[in-house]
């Protein structure tokens, strides 16, 4: 477990490259038989991957948070982006095909995951929340989850959101989470930009060619900077900052956030005139 401690969007205007990308990228989440987190400050949000190898993996409950088992007092939402994989909760299985979500309710004290076919092993990326009541678990597969369709061929922007756990979907206590996937020759996302002042998000970059980048945009929006993100990468957006991005091929994000409203709508539009 590393983390990440918050910063001010002062600090930010100063920060380099490096300094950027060593608080707000996560660049090798995805290792075959471990389990990588990384904990930020923004939200206490937790993000990682699993990728089981032949006797599975256990999510453990790491010394940064001093509890007897990870979700002692913490919820968390898994989608598989490898081959079909399962995941058990205090014993019971579920299955995850590609872009299927679980969520994983707090007290659940034991969490495996595992390979259908260690040939095609699964890739697990997970994101955990603070909680503050006791849920139900429950897996929703893409075609279940809610989709809303944004944007246009003429922005370049034309996309489909599939919201997986949110009010009208899977119930949380302040974890939202869903998956984005553009059209063909739709290569921004979220532009016009916005920002949420009561909630941190995490984007994750995947299905994406090997030489594609996304440019993620970051900062105040008077005072932005970038990020240039290679497939299976994720990225952390405080709530002053903009995230959007653009890529040089077809790619998908899975989006999460946290906070103190819960509500898929709480946000202020970024107009064009406003952005630097």
């Known amino acids: ?40 400050h923004e939200d206490r949000m937790i993000v990682g991957g699993a990728v089981p190898s032949d006797n599975g993996l256990y999510l453990e ?18 989608v598989n982006i490898g081959g079909t994989g399962r995941v058990l909760a205090d014993g019971v299985e579920y299955e995850l095909n590609t872009k299927d979500c679980l969520y994983v309710a707090k007290g659940t004290k034991e ?36 989709p809303v369709h944004l944007g246009s061929v003429k922005e370049s922007n034309k996309r489909t959101i599939y919201k997986y756990i949110h009010a009208d ?28 002042d009561r ?13 594609t980048r996304i440019f993620h945009f970051m900062g105040k929006p008077e005072e932005t900077r970038h990020l240039v993100i290679k497939n299976e990468q994720s990225v952390i ?17 899975i989006w999460a956030m946290a906070g103190e409203n819960y509500t898929f709508e709480d946000m202020e539009g970024v107009s064009m005139e406003e952005l630097k």
């Open 111 to 146: 969490v495996l995951f595992r390979n259908v076919d260690d040939a095609t092993p699964a890739k697990f990326y997970f994101v955990s929340t603070l909680a503050h009541e006791v849920l139900v678990t429950k897996i929703m597969g893409i075609e279940e989850a809610t």
């Open 199 to 211: 909630r941190s998000e995490i984007y994750l970059y995947f299905d994406m060619e090997p030489n």
């Open 237 to 253: 957006s405080p709530s002053w900052s903009i995230h959007s991005g653009i890529g040089t091929g077809s790619y998908t994000f």
């Open 1 to 40: 477990m590393e983390v990440r401690h918050a910063r001010h969007f002062k600090e930010v205007e100063r920060m380099n490259t490096a300094e950027l990308r060593e608080n707000f990228l996560m660049e090798s989440l995805f290792q075959k038989g471990e389990v990588k987190m990384s904990y930020t």
């Open 169 to 196: 979907g899977i119930q949380s206590c302040q974890l939202m989470l869903g998956m984005t996937l553009l059209e063909d020759n739709s290569m921004w996302n979220t532009m016009p930009a916005h920002i949420h």
């Open 61 to 78: 409950d790491p010394d940064t948070l001093k509890t007897d088992y990870f979700l002692e007092r913490r919820e968390l939402g898994i």
